[in-house]
């Protein structure tokens, strides 16, 4: 703590990527951690997962969610077995998320380790495992539901509150006061437009902060203004129509259901053949589930609701996953990971990817070192499970399915609002640089990129 005991801010990630978010704030003799993350991507950044946390986990007094996506949480699990025993504080939505998350992240990680001890392409005798299915059991014991708009009491006499962020089910940007100052943090933030989710709660709503944590995953860039659908339609006409297999890899959580409510739409309009689709993920398949659950964070009702449902064939089972491999097309495959960095899309990739008539459509951010970004690139390869796999299918980028405000709608977002300082997150250097410019110029508000490891005082 400073002389003065303001509270202090240390960027522990989600500086310089996209990935890793874990911001620690120090206050009232408490420490806070705002997301507890997974770095994806580059290996450097990969192998910050495998390092010892910065801090003891057992000095945290508690952890506060933005939401569930793994670059935000994912870290959780091992945080738990290595001595975190606090409060893991979250939205209802996010809650029921991360029980369908962490442990299929924790299951993935053991496979993948299995997979390498038997195939011998690690460079470890024995490959473990991140974390264990059990731990992300227990790390699951410790989450505290709290309601939007409720002031939540922490440790050290810090107050938090979420707000509506829109992006997936649950997600919240979150105000944290102590001291007599305030720290804002945006998380990942929804698109005003979005088909799916409902926008995010305006900051200017809220009352004057001290310090803003504002993400720039697309911060110098703005999404184009074309219906999802309308991108969408004329790929699957083309490589449904020579009798192709789709495949579209996609976050479990969020992107797969925004697809589900587009084809449901083009199906239902007569804008696509009428061939099988299929949702391959059980993680989306039970998140799909969960949208009637919480119909306050979503647009979709009535027969859309109802199509999402009853669109594709849910597969569950690891055979009828394998099944999909022999099947040849015309088809729809709908599978995690967004980025191509685990899942079932792997064996579908291996089994089509090196086929003309195919198509590979990219519908989200890529992030840089990613198996995504290295076929948005135009990569004639790819490697999967220790081997080379040959890439001859048509790759395709969406450009307007992103679930993040892009950099105008970050700068709505923030118009209007009374804010010390900003500093720019969660996004790679030219895209936090770029709208830190924007913030300073447009909006009159200090702003900077932090380093990893930096403190700061709120």
Not at 431 to 455: M, S, T, Y
Request: hydrophobic share 45%; charged share 20%; net charge negative.
């Amino acid at each position: 703590m400073a002389d003065d005991d303001r509270p202090t801010l240390r960027f522990l990630g989600g500086t310089g990527t996209v990935t890793g978010s874990r911001f620690l704030l120090e206050a009232g003799g408490s420490r806070i951690l705002i997301d507890c993350g997974l770095f994806q991507g580059y290996k450097q950044l990969r192998l910050r997962n495998r390092a010892p946390f910065p801090i003891p986990p057992s000095s945290i007094d508690a952890v506060v969610l933005t939401h569930a996506h793994l670059d935000h949480s994912g870290y959780l699990p091992a945080l738990v077995r290595d001595g975190f025993a606090g409060p893991i504080v979250c939205s209802a939505g996010t809650a029921s998320l991360v029980g369908l998350l962490w442990p299929d992240s924790a299951y993935l990680l053991e496979e993948e380790a299995r997979f390498a001890a038997r195939k011998g392409y690690s460079k470890h005798a024995a490959p473990a495992p991140l974390y264990t299915t059990a731990d992300a059991e227990r790390a699951l014991e410790r989450v505290s539901v709290r309601r939007f708009g409720e002031t939540i009491a922490l440790p050290g006499r810090v107050e938090a509150e979420l707000h509506h962020a829109g992006h997936i089910l649950g997600a919240a940007h979150i105000r944290l006061r102590s001291a007599g100052r305030s720290l804002h943090v945006s998380g990942d933030l929804g698109r005003a437009d979005d088909a799916l989710m409902i926008p995010p709660e305006p900051l200017a709503a809220l009352p004057p902060t001290n310090a803003l944590l504002v993400e720039s995953t697309y911060g110098n860039r703005a999404h184009p203004v074309t219906d999802p659908a309308e991108e969408l339609a004329p790929v699957l006409e083309r490589v449904l129509g020579r009798g192709g297999v789709v495949m579209i890899p996609a976050f479990a959580v969020g992107r797969a259901q925004a697809l589900l409510l587009h084809l449901s739409r083009l199906r239902r309009a007569g804008r696509i053949p009428r061939v099988p689709i299929y949702l391959n993920s059980p993680m989306a398949v039970d998140a799909t589930a969960m949208y009637r659950a919480h119909p306050d964070e979503h647009r979709v009702a009535g027969d859309d609701l109802a199509d999402l449902y009853e669109l594709a064939t849910m597969v569950h089972s690891v055979d009828d996953s394998k099944l999909l491999n022999l099947r040849g097309g015309p088809m729809v495959i709908v599978a995690a990971s967004g980025m191509l960095t685990g899942g079932r899309i792997l064996h579908h990739l291996a089994a089509y990817g090196g086929d003309p008539r195919n198509a590979i459509v990219l519908t989200g951010y890529q992030a840089g070192g990613t198996r995504g970004a290295a076929l948005a690139a135009g990569a004639d390869s790819v490697r999967i499970f220790g081997r080379e796999v040959p890439i001859a299918a048509e790759v395709v980028q969406l450009q307007s399915m992103s679930a993040h405000a892009d950099a105008e709608q970050i700068l709505d977002w923030m118009r209007g609002a009374s804010v010390e300082r900003a500093y720019i997150v969660h996004g790679e250097p030219d895209a936090a640089d770029v709208l830190r410019g924007r913030i300073e110029r447009e909006l009159g508000v200090r702003a900077r990129v932090p380093e990893q490891g930096e403190q700061v005082e709120v």
